[in-house]
């Protein structure tokens, strides 16, 4: 069973920035794909970004270009590195991951990101 720990939310000012970090642990199948939803308050959960094993990288759009995601494989671990952040990025992010051929593996128990001045 995969197990997700999340690190790094918190708050932050409007144009500043903030990483997140998501360490992965169990079977290595399960970590094929890592990356992060999001949710904020009365809204869907929606795509920020998620990485594969080989590096291939997907953005939702309202993050695309203000956000970079990044993986080190030896560690398990992935980094999603915010900048120019919008109140709108206000948030519980919550990181996950995918088996190659199963799909969903694993949720994080979700950090809190607060942009506000």
């Known amino acids: 069973q995969v197990q997700l720990v999340e690190s790094g939310g918190g708050l932050v000012q409007p144009g500043g920035s903030l990483r997140l970090s998501c360490a992965g642990s169990?079977?290595?199948?399960?970590?094929?794909?890592m990356g992060w939803d999001r949710q904020a308050p009365g809204k869907q959960r929606e795509l920020v970004a998620r990485i594969t094993k080989p590096g291939i990288t997907n953005y939702g759009d309202s993050v695309k270009g203000r956000f970079t995601i990044s993986r080190d494989n030896a560690k398990n671990t992935i980094y999603l590195q915010m900048s120019s952040l919008k109140p709108e990025d206000t948030a519980v992010y919550y990181c996950y991951s995918e088996n190659y051929y199963n799909g969903p593996a694993g949720w994080g128990q979700g950090t809190r990101v607060t942009v506000s001045s």
């Open positions: 169990g079977n290595e199948n399960d970590l094929y794909i």
